[in-house]
């Protein structure tokens, strides 16, 4: 144990050599240019501040249409894409779409609050227009689906213009031990926005910096432990982790049937709330969406942004999992962290500390969660591949995936290695399915590790409404109930963060200006009041404004209304 840490002590620090001459000490400041913020005499946010409020209300008095958003949007993406990449592929029909939203503003039959307002995707979500959905592999470059992904197609039924898709850990980060965070073979390297070189977490990790920068009003990610809550962390925002089964995973690319969930990723809570009101819901073609309580009716999330929402709350601290998590980078996130607490507090909740989770030690040697995911992505990956009307590769199983991500040298095998499949305890070593009788007993170790040892158990025996998690450690239990998170911006690393690198040593881990974030967690199927709490804290802090990107896009919606 000692000589590992030491190992990758010496590891970090002969990377800060290598990388010396790249990553600057501090971020330069973003360039001060010239941002018309006024539009037809109007006072008008930037589009990095901009909520989904003011831009209904924009487009109600016809201050930009849908297509000059779109139009802005796309600039936007131009502008930064070669620095951050950040987004993979444009949506061809995107303008288009954006018209017939402005034809049917003219005509009175306006959807909803989203009709016609920009929104970009994770790229394992497919689509079934121009656009490809890789998982960032050019395994599946080319392939077909059948029809939209459910989460697509209630997107496009609400009225959403489907911007494009942002790049990802490959394979949502269920490939290799020795990769990057926001790397795919065919995305390339996505940064983040706050550091040179920032490490932009993943697996959603286009969908964070996107969302951050104001490339389109907000982002969808996936999450099957952390990608939607860790990149949500360090792009400064707010971002939902749905309860498995709240949001349909049909024709997303899988991990794990078990724990795979579709969120939201935004720059308010309230926008995030928008964005899972549209795309929760009941789905014939994923059976856990059955598992919505109350007949599958969806709460008013957005409703549930409530200024009063901690009055009378009670909220505990799972201290355990802060103490065994923490380590030479945690102190300013610690000292956040208490000050959150105490404005929690003040807004009339009860703050009740040391809730533990009982078998939270015992589960960080435990290795049960491994067997679940390998299990379930042998069968669930297979399935993905049977659904696609063109499989340009003709992949049907992981044995193959594999064979093909060796000979194909676009996927930079071996250096990013494919052990996650291929290794040891990896799912082709590990051999057996979610079919299998091995399965059952390892997915109980999950439920009893997230339930009564964990997340489920904390809350009853408190008698709690949720728990509170400084996000970096919030994501992991939940996982392996499917109970929801919601992380909100809480703070910034110092000006004199010493800088740490990630085990390549070419990303920017942690550094000054870098954000971090409060996860409120809670029961299964509990979305609309985390959302509420996060929403209560959020306006009583505005946490995000207190810092900038060192790189801002400059064009504005003022640029391109004629
Ligand atoms: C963004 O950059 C990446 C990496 O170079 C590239 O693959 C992608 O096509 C670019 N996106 C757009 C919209 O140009
Ligand atoms: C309004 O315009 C839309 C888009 O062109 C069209 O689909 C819809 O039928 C129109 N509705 C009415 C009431 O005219
Ligand atoms: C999808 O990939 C194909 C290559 O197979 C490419 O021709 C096409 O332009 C891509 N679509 C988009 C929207 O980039
Ligand atoms: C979901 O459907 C599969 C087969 O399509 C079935 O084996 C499974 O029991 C169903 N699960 C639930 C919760 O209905
Ligand atoms: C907010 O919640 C309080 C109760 O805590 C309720 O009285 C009030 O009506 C709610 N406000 C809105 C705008 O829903
Ligand atoms: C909870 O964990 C903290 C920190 O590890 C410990 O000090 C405390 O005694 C624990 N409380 C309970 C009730 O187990
Ligand atoms: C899985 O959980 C069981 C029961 O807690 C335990 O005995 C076993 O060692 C765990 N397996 C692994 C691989 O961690
Ligand atoms: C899962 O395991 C069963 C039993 O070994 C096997 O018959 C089935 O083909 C496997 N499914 C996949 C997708 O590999
Ligand atoms: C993968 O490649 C190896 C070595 O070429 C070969 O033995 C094996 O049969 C291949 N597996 C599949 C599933 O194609
Ligand atoms: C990643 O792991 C593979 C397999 O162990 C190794 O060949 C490769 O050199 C490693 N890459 C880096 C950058 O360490
Ligand atoms: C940064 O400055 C603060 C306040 O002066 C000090 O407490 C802290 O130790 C410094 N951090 C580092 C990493 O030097
Ligand atoms: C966004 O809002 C913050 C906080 O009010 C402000 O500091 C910043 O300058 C705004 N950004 C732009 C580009 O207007």
């Known amino acids: 144990m000692h000589f ?18 790249v990553i600057p000490r501090q971020p330069p400041r973003s360039p001060l240019s010239k941002r018309q913020t006024t539009i037809k005499g109007q006072q008008f946010p930037s589009l990095i501040n901009v909520t989904t409020e003011d831009l209904v209300s924009g487009l109600e008095q016809g201050l930009f249409t849908s297509v000059d958003l779109t139009t802005a949007y796309v600039q936007r993406i131009r502008e930064v894409n070669d ?20 034809a049917r503003r003219a005509n009175g039959s306006v959807i909803g609050p989203l009709d016609g307002i920009p929104i970009l995707i994770k790229n394992n979500i497919a689509t079934d227009d121009q656009m490809n959905n890789t998982a960032g592999s050019y395994a599946l470059l080319g392939a077909k689906v059948p029809r939209d992904s459910t989460i697509a197609a209630k997107l496009r039924k609400a009225g959403v213009v489907i911007l494009g898709k942002t790049n990802l850990s490959q394979w949502a980060n269920f490939r290799s031990d020795n990769s990057t965070n926001g790397w795919s073979a065919y995305g390339g390297q996505t940064f983040a926005g706050y550091y040179p070189f920032q490490d932009p977490s993943g697996s959603s990790s286009g969908s964070g910096v996107s969302s951050s920068l104001g490339l389109a009003l907000a982002a969808l990610g996936t999450e099957t432990s ?5 990149p949500s962390d360090v792009n400064n925002l707010a971002g939902i982790k749905p309860s498995v089964g709240l949001t349909s995973r049909y024709l997303v690319v899988p991990i794990s049937e078990h724990q ?43 409703a549930a942004c409530n200024f009063t929402s901690l009055e009378g709350a009670r909220i505990g601290i799972a201290r355990n999992v802060i103490d065994l998590s923490s380590d030479n980078s945690t102190p300013p996130v610690l000292a956040a962290f208490d000050a959150a607490v105490q404005v929690i507090r003040e807004a009339g909740a009860t703050v009740i500390d040391n809730t ?5 030690e015992q589960w960080l ?39 093909y991500t060796h000979a194909n040298p676009l996927e930079d095998w071996p250096d990013r290695d494919t052990a996650v499949w291929d290794g040891r305890g990896g799912a082709l070593q590990q051999g ?5 009788p091995r399965f059952w007993p390892a997915y109980q170790a999950n439920l009893f590790y997230g339930g009564p040892g964990g997340i489920l158990g904390a809350l009853d025996r408190n008698n709690l409404d949720a728990i509170l998690l400084p996000t970096q450690f919030s994501p992991g239990i939940p996982a392996l109930v499917g109970s929801p998170v919601v992380t909100v911006p809480m703070g910034f690393y110092p000006s004199n963060e010493t800088i740490v690198l990630e085990r390549r040593g070419t990303l920017v881990e942690t550094g000054p200006q870098i954000p971090f974030g409060l996860s409120f967690l809670g029961r299964r199927f509990s979305e609309a009041q985390l959302i509420g709490f996060a929403y209560a804290y959020e306006q009583r802090t505005m946490i995000r404004n207190q810092e ?3 790189i801002v896009p400059n064009i504005e919606l003022a640029d391109v209304v004629a």
């Open 260 to 302: 795979d969930t579709v969120g939201p990723m935004a720059r308010t809570v309230k926008d995030a709330a928008y964005l899972l009101q549209a795309i929760a819901g009941p789905d014939p073609n994923d059976n856990y969406t059955s598992a919505i309580p109350n007949n599958g009716s969806i709460p008013d999330y957005v």
């Open 365 to 403: 040697s435990d290795n049960n969660e491994t067997l679940v995911l390998n299990a379930d992505f042998l069968v669930d990956l297979a399935n993905y591949f049977n659904e696609l009307t063109f499989n340009p590769n003709d992949l049907h199983n992981l044995a193959e995936l594999t064979n």
């Open 548 to 550: 900038q990107p060192y």
């Open 356 to 360: 533990n989770f009982t078998a939270y």
């Open 432 to 436: 057996w399915n979610n079919t299998d």
């Open 4 to 21: 590992l840490f030491y190992a990758v002590l010496c590891a970090l620090f002969s990377n800060l050599v290598v990388a010396k001459s």
């Open 226 to 230: 952390g990608s939607i809550l860790s």
């Open 83 to 102: 620095t951050l990449h950040m987004v993979t592929e444009l949506n061809p029909d995107a303008l288009a779409i954006a018209a017939q939203a402005d």
